[in-house]
T-cell receptor, first 113, second 112 residues
Framework: EAQVTQNPRYLITVTGKKLTVTCSQNMNHEYMSWYRQDPGLGLRQIYYSMNVEVTDKGDVPEGYKVSRKEKRNFPLILESPSPNQTSLYFC????????????FGAGSRLTVL | AQRVTQPEKLLSVFKGAPVELKCNYSYSGSPELFWYVQYSRQRLQLLLRHISRESIKGFTADLNKGETSFHLKKPFAQEEDSAMYYCALSNAGGTSYGKLTFGQGTILTVHP
């Protein structure tokens, strides 16, 4: 089944403990992106990648890192998580010909204490 | 900077009534507009995009560049339309193609 897979789906961690949220797609999509969803703020783009080794900042990149070493994977790294990064995170991908026609993952709910 | 505004957080209508979800945008270039929908316990998914000019599940949306709006409309709402709706804007053809900005979302509830 064509899909975007995120892990973990739920995570509770403590301030300062590095964590990685993985994202993988099996559709050979070139474009991948990360969003966070917060009440009243909607979805905000964190980072996106147009292709392997090509990444760029979205609207709220502070406190996050990404890498795109392979086409199928686009992990989101929180080097030193803080409570304001408590949120619901979504990964999405799109074929470059239809960039922004996104297929979304199921979401990862992160709580930072 | 590009911006998308959905002025209504919540919208309630009765089954069979017309529904309009408002979306206004701010962008100096040539935008590409989308509506995404998230039904209960389902993943966020694309509903429609303005360049396709198609009707999906009875919904239509017309890009009005003069009013910088992309309102989503349906003449007769159904209970299964109850969901969270997001309007989104891409800077198609811009220097940072791939940057996608979402509005705050509107929760639509259709009552029986």
């Amino acid at each position: 089944e064509a899909q975007v897979t995120q892990n973990p789906r739920y995570l509770i961690t403590v301030t300062g403990k590095k964590l990685t949220v993985t994202c993988s797609q099996n559709m050979n999509h070139e474009y991948m992106s990360w969003y966070r969803q917060d009440p009243g703020l909607g979805l905000r783009q964190i980072y996106y990648s147009m292709n392997v080794e090509v990444t760029d900042k979205g609207d709220v990149p502070e406190g996050y890192k990404v890498s795109r070493k392979e086409k199928r994977n686009f992990p989101l790294i929180l080097e030193s998580p803080s409570p304001n990064q408590t949120s619901l995170y979504f990964c999405a991908s799109s074929p470059v010909s239809g960039a922004n026609v996104l297929t979304f993952g199921a979401g990862s709910r992160l709580t930072v204490l | 900077a590009q911006r998308v505004t959905q002025p209504e957080k919540l919208l309630s209508v009765f089954k069979g009534a017309p529904v309009e979800l408002k979306c206004n945008y701010s962008y100096s270039g040539s935008p590409e507009l989308f509506w995404y929908v998230q039904y209960s316990r389902q993943r966020l998914q694309l509903l429609l995009r303005h360049i396709s000019r198609e009707s999906i599940k009875g919904f239509t949306a017309d890009l009005n560049k003069g009013e910088t709006s992309f309102h989503l409309k349906k003449p007769f709402a159904q209970e299964e339309d109850s969901a969270m709706y997001y309007c989104a804007l891409s800077n198609a053809g811009g220097t940072s193609y791939g940057k996608l900005t979402f509005g705050q979302g509107t929760i639509l509830t259709v009552h029986p």
